[in-house]
């Protein structure tokens, strides 16, 4: 998808335009966005086959209460499941936007029943605009509050839930899931989609929860199958909400008039997380939210390779690099929530400014 994001400023107007060009020449220059077909086959191949069996599991175990492992099971295959689908919006598995649609409506509609149209309109708004108010929906949500004037504007249960959000953070998320399923059906339902688009959706979310609803209530007993259905999306809540938390939560908020320029916004806003190749299994390839934020169609296994370059890069530039490991990355998400909850304003960018930027056209 095609969207106008902020770019890098002029070097008249910053001194430092051709900062972000710089590096997207070396990056380029190291074949770091060449697509990785064979790597994508095998992930895809592998992730179909743990799918199946998964639910070739549920059938097995028919109404005993082992199920509930099969649960916990299903909420990671379908939380990979997710990530495989947010690269296809980024563009990261084919070359071709078809191709790669393709592939997002079959991972997101039909197989986690999630809107690939409205996830991926959604988080182009956000890589266009990472932490700033009024432009980004991850932090215009209506459950946790990132300012204090977004605490203080809010009434009644919203306002408790501002006041213990970072207690509350990790309880609410297992609700994550539900509230994507039923923001999916009403993105469809009520959606700016062009008509044949919105049909193909909606009939791949009703075959997907009609075939999960079925599988489950049909194998099991109904006390069964809504324990099941209660852990297993719960579960799965948790998992994408600690896997997309420690992305930008906790970092700089922007204005709505704050204006930086590219390179800034995205390294300024976003936060890696260090943890080897487990840590980088589990959370997709997120870990390196830096690195995808300047380079948002880079496929999955070249982001590592290129940390290294953006890390020094950075260094050479004075340019803070945020990363930390995965439990400190929480801590710190919790703190900033905790803040906001007194009245604490969260961090500033700790580099100016430009008054004005270039606009460029980024494919993400």
């Not at 097995?60 to 990979?80: K, N, R």
């Not at 207690?167 to 923001?183: D, G, K, R, W």
């Amino acid at each position: 998808m095609t969207v106008h994001a902020p770019g890098p400023a002029s070097a008249a107007v910053t001194g430092r335009g051709s900062d972000y060009a710089e590096l997207s020449r070396q990056i380029r220059r190291d074949g770091l966005l060449n697509r990785r077909p064979r790597y994508y086959a095998m992930k895809i191949t592998i992730m179909a086959v743990l799918y199946v069996a998964g639910w070739a599991a549920v059938v097995a175990l028919g109404g005993s209460w082992y199920q509930l492992l099969a649960a916990v099971y299903l909420a990671v295959i379908f939380g990979q499941l997710g990530f495989l689908g947010h690269e296809a919006g980024h563009r990261q598995i084919f070359r071709s936007r078809r191709a790669n649609d393709i592939a997002g409506l079959m991972l997101g509609d039909l197989l986690i029943g999630l809107s690939y149209g409205w996830w991926t309109g959604k988080h182009n708004r956000h890589h266009a605009h990472p932490n700033q108010l009024g432009k980004d929906p991850d932090i215009g949500i209506p459950v946790i509050a990132f300012t204090p004037s977004q605490a203080a504007g809010r009434r009644g249960l919203r306002r408790a839930l501002a006041r213990y959000q970072a207690y509350l953070f990790f309880p609410m998320l297992l609700l994550e899931a539900v509230s994507m399923h039923v923001i999916s059906v009403g993105a469809v339902l009520r959606g700016p989609a062009r008509p044949g688009r919105r049909r193909l959706e909606g009939g791949l979310l009703l075959a997907h929860f009609a075939g999960y609803l079925a599988a489950i209530f049909l194998v099991m007993p109904p006390l069964n199958a809504i324990v099941f259905l209660a852990v297993q999306q719960g579960l799965l809540g948790i998992y994408l909400g600690c896997a997309f938390a420690p992305n930008h939560k906790g970092m700089p908020v922007l204005g709505e008039q704050d204006s930086l320029d590219f390179l800034r916004r995205q390294v300024l806003t976003s936060r890696n997380v260090t943890g080897g190749p487990l840590v980088e299994t589990l959370l997709g390839g997120l870990n390196y939210q830096i690195e995808h934020h300047l380079f948002p169609s880079m496929p999955r296994p070249s982001l590592r390779q290129c940390r290294s370059l953006v890390r020094a890069f950075c260094a050479q530039h004075e340019l803070p690099y945020a990363e930390l490991n995965l439990v400190a990355s929480y801590a710190q998400v919790l703190r900033a929530l905790h803040g906001v909850s007194r009245g604490d304003d969260p961090p500033n960018p700790p580099i100016a400014a430009p008054r004005r930027a270039a606009a460029r056209r980024c494919e993400i």
